[in-house]
């Protein structure tokens, strides 16, 4: 039976338009490629979860009521310091706020608020200016020191006193040369769990004459407020 005019331009509409069909499906789009066609339904590989990054740089968050930080000790007299409290810089090359020396910050412990910044050459400057900084602290402030280039040479009995006060086991015996970080609160009733320094040792320095840089980060928790 043949077709009549009408007809056969239906039948001709009907099959072009399922040629379209499966052409597109062959060969359009991404889901509809000839690749994803034969490589089973188009399903894309799922990207690797990036690893979670939290203030400072620190691999798990603090507890409530703490303050997450980090602390970076210069390398030589190349690479500066960096003091990181909170997600914020409070110290670093890029702040144009460190100095040969010892790099201090001091941070209210019961707000965490920022006091004061700054920087004391131990080498060819004067220990009275670390002194006055550091007489007048109020109970619970906390005292965020890293080191750059030579960060003792100017201590005396008194600066050294100071921060075994503060919590330091290295304040005595803190030799030039030497790089180290160091967490410590006005009228702490322990030892500071958060110092760490590197000996000069010409077998081990990664620069001439000085060793590498120092990381400490972890979690201080907050004071409450002080009775009045």
């Known amino acids: ?27 359009g789009g991404e889901n509809g490629s000839v690749r994803h066609f034969f490589s089973g339904g188009g ?13 400072c740089g ?15 000790s210069g390398a030589a007299n190349v690479i ?9 810089m409070l110290v670093s090359s890029v702040k144009n706020n460190v100095g040969r020396g010892l790099n201090i910050a001091l941070v209210n412990g019961v707000t965490g608020e920022l006091l004061d910044t700054k920087n004391f050459d131990m080498w060819a400057g004067d220990v009275s ?16 020191v890293a080191s750059f280039d030579d960060p003792a040479t100017k201590l005396n009995d008194e600066s050294r006193r100071l921060f075994e006060e503060l919590g330091s086991t290295a304040g005595r015996s803190w030799p030039s040369e030497t790089a180290g970080v160091f ?5 702490i009733e322990n030892k500071s769990p958060f110092e760490q320094r590197m000996k000069n040792s010409k077998s081990s320095n990664k620069y001439e ?6 990381e400490m980060d972890g979690c201080i928790p907050l ?3 002080l009775e009045a």
Request: proline share 14%; charged share 20%; hydrophobic share 45%.
């Open 1 to 27: 039976m043949r077709l009549t005019g009408p007809l056969r331009a239906v039948a001709v509409l009907l099959l072009v338009g399922l040629t379209w069909l499966l052409a597109n499906t062959l060969f």
């Open 43 to 55: 399903m894309e590989p799922t990207p690797e979860p990036r690893p979670r990054r939290y203030k």
């Open 58 to 72: 620190l691999s798990a968050p603090c507890p409530p009521k703490h303050l997450a930080f980090r602390l970076v």
């Open 80 to 88: 500066g310091p960096k003091i990181c409290l909170e997600d914020k």
């Open 129 to 144: 200016d670390l002194l006055k900084f550091l007489r007048p602290l109020h109970e619970g402030t906390l005292v965020f």
């Open 183 to 187: 967490v410590g609160a006005k009228g």
């Open 209 to 214: 004459g000085w060793p590498e840089s120092l």
């Open 223 to 225: 004071r409450p407020p």
